[in-house]
Every structure is written in structure tokens, then in C-alpha cells.
């Protein structure tokens, strides 16, 4: 008789695991690889946590830098923190030890937090292509626009929409019976990898597993994409070669957030969803790059690009030291 998801029946391949415990597999024909892959794992969620309380600290003690744009800076290095802690410490754990049990309701419970963090991570993303085109295109109302009031009601906006667009999923899940396999071929508990193992009717599942990707990835790919043709629009009718260069400038590390977030979130939507002749590795692996890279990159990329984040890193871990350094524009 099929069970639901936490009387889930034992695998053959794992007979001593417990009916309610899922296993997760890691990268299937790369097992020979796992310690090697675990080292750039350990580098990225290194500087993923570095680099984001860095961030974290320093806009915290520079009041020069509680503008908008920071404030939405800190907010994404926040969600990149939450969704790597979400993450990291179990696949490591594959990766070192091959200990991939998990119980059912911690898959569902990092399967929500995993994909919910993602969702809120581009509503930040979208708001931060809101605050370019605020400030470029209407430069004088900048202040009265984005107040601390409307930056607050943003991050509770990012938040709710993350949360509620997610929520239905686990109890989807729930309802679905496992009546051959709980082997989750996967390096997390992936959506689309557990409704795969399920038996029965997965449509509803699959239906709105599709549409709250559409909602987040599509809306906000496109809202992003439209502030950015008004912005280019903008910059255009401006007489001053450098005006105009300066303007951009102002967009250049947003752009390469942008790229680095979704660009590995679409191939990797694709690949799973139509890429079905695309090896199983290389699908867990487009996965674990959406989620390892953006968080280990968007700060680096934002203290490189941004003189302000530059200024005052020197400053900050050169204060106890007396140390006065000019640096480079």
C-alpha cells in the first residue's frame, strides 16, 4: 500500500533506513568526485559568509552608507546568509560523509526555505532596479520616493511574497504517496526532485510548481528589464558624454548581480523542466551553482564596483591599525 511523504516506504538500495527518513544521493556518477567537489563548496560559502557580513558591518557602522540602495544591498546579503545556512552544512555533509538522511519534515522544511529565499532574493533584485531607475530618472524626487518607510514595507513585501508563494508547496507534497523510492537524487530537497519520486497524480504540483516560477522569474525579469529601458532611455537624452557614463556606472554593479542571479536560475529551470536529455549530473550541478554563486559573488562584486563599499572596507579593517589608505577610483 502507497505512503504518504512521512510514511514513505524504505528504499532497497537503503533497507536500514527509517519508513520517515529521505536520503539524499548528492551528484549521481560523480560520487568518486564528492570530496574533491567539497573544496570549492568550503570556498564559496567561505566568502558567501565573509564577504555578506562584511557587507552587513560596514554599511551598519558608516552612516555616509544608509542610503537605499546599501539598505537593499543589506538585505540581500541577509537572504544570501539565510538561504546558504539553509544549504551548505547538509550538503556538505553528503559531500564529506555521504550522510544524506533527512527526515520528511526537515526535506520540506529546507525545500521551503531554500525556494523561498530564492523568490525573495529577486523581489530584492527587482527593488534594487526600482532604486536605479528612481535615481536616474527622477533624481530630484529620489529622497521623497524611497523613504525609510517604503524600504521597510519592501523588505516585508520580499518576505511575504517569498513565504506565501512557497507555502502551498509543502502541503502539496504532504497529500502525494511514495510508494517506491524516498532516494532523492539530489544534493537538497529540490521540488521538482521529490514530486518526481512521487506516485500518483503530480500535476497539481508540477502545475503550480511552473506558475510561482513564472510569477517570480518571468514578473520580475520582465519589470527588471522595462526599469532598465527607461533608465537607457534617460541616459540617452543626456548632452554630457560623461553624465551619460557616470549614469551607467551607477547601474554596472546591479547589472552584474542581475547576470550572476539569473542566469544559473534559468539555465537551471530549463534543463530540469526541458532538458530531458541533459545527464541527471548536470542538472543537480546548473542547481547547486544558482545557489552557491550568487551569494559567494554579489558582494565581492558590490565592494569592487562600488567605491563607497571599497572606501569604507579599507577604513573599517585598517581603523584599529591607524592606517590611512587612499583608494584607487
Same mark, same amino acid.
Given at each position: ?12 538500495? #537503503?533497507?536500514?533506513? &527509517? ?7 548528492? /551528484? ?60 551548505? =552544512? ?11 538522511? /533527512? ?27 526600482? &532604486?536605479?531607475?528612481?535615481? /536616474? ?10 523613504? &525609510? ?18 507555502? =502551498?508547496?509543502? @502541503? ?11 532516494? +532523492? ?34 514578473? &520580475? ?9 527607461? +533608465? ?39 534543463? #530540469? ?43 573599517? @579593517?585598517?581603523?584599529?591599525?591607524? /592606517?590611512?589608505?587612499?583608494? =584607487?577610483?
Amino acid at each position: 500500500m502507497p505512503r504518504t511523504f512521512v510514511q514513505t516506504m524504505e528504499s532497497p538500495n #537503503h533497507t536500514n533506513l &527509517d519508513p520517515s527518513v529521505f536520503f539524499l544521493l548528492g /551528484i549521481p556518477g560523480l560520487e568518486q568526485f564528492h570530496l574533491w567537489l567539497s573544496l570549492p563548496v568550503c570556498c564559496l560559502s567561505t566568502a558567501t559568509v565573509v564577504g555578506n557580513i562584511t557587507i552587513l558591518v560596514v554599511v551598519a557602522t558608516e552612516p555616509a552608507l544608509h542610503k537605499p540602495v546599501y539598505l537593499f544591498l543589506c538585505m540581500l546579503s541577509t537572504i544570501d546568509l539565510a538561504a546558504s545556512f539553509s544549504t551548505v =552544512p547538509k550538503l556538505l555533509a553528503i559531500l564529506w560523509c555521504a550522510a544524506g538522511h /533527512i527526515s520528511a519534515s526537515a526535506c520540506l522544511a529546507q525545500m521551503f526555505f531554500i525556494h523561498a529565499f530564492c523568490m525573495m532574493e529577486s523581489t530584492v533584485l527587482l527593488a534594487m532596479a526600482f &532604486d536605479r531607475y528612481v535615481a /536616474i530618472c527622477h533624481p530630484l524626487r529620489y529622497a521623497t520616493i524611497l523613504t &525609510d518607510t517604503i524600504i521597510a514595507r519592501i523588505g516585508v513585501v520580499a518576505m511575504v511574497r517569498g513565504s506565501m508563494l512557497m507555502l =502551498p508547496c509543502p @502541503f502539496l507534497i504532504g497529500r502525494l504517496s511514495f510508494c517506491q523510492s524516498h532516494v +532523492i537524487p539530489h544534493t537538497y530537497c529540490e521540488h521538482m526532485a521529490v514530486v518526481k519520486l512521487a506516485c500518483g497524480d503530480t500535476r497539481p504540483n508540477r502545475v503550480y510548481g511552473l506558475t510561482a516560477a513564472l510569477l517570480v522569474i518571468g514578473v &520580475d525579469l520582465f519589470c527588471i528589464g522595462l526599469s532598465y529601458v527607461f +533608465i537607457a532611455r534617460s541616459v540617452l537624452r543626456l548632452s554630457s558624454h560623461e553624465a551619460r557614463s557616470k549614469a551607467l556606472g551607477t547601474c554596472g554593479s546591479h547589472v552584474c548581480v542581475i547576470l550572476i542571479s539569473y542566469t544559473p536560475a534559468l539555465f537551471s529551470f530549463f534543463t #530540469h523542466r526541458f532538458g530531458h536529455h541533459v545527464p541527471l549530473h548536470i542538472h543537480i550541478l546548473l542547481a547547486n551553482v544558482y545557489l552557491l554563486f550568487p551569494p559567494a559573488l554579489n558582494p565581492i562584486v558590490y565592494g569592487v564596483k562600488t567605491k563607497e563599499i571599497r572606501e569604507k572596507v579599507v577604513r573599517v @579593517f585598517q581603523r584599529g591599525q591607524g /592606517i590611512g589608505v587612499k583608494v =584607487p577610483e
